[in-house]
């Protein structure tokens, strides 16, 4: 499995979404079942799943699908 492909599992599972859903519109705004709960339980299974540990600005700003892409590939996570 690819790493882009465990992201979007993650994505689905933890937010109950679609493969087509996750774009550039999807966000923490825009998501109703994407509440704090969910942003810590996405959080933490990216976590478990690339073995990496967020700080807490990137946790903050971890607002959109897009935004989680570019944080992990600054920390070296090609998606």
Known sequence: MSNL???NEIFMRVLNAKKEQLDDTFTFQSVPQWDSVAHLSLISEL????DIMFDSE???HFGSYENGKAILGRMGIEL
């Open 5 to 7: 492909e465990k992201y």
């Open 47 to 50: 976590e478990d799943a690339f």
């Open 58 to 60: 990137d946790i903050l």
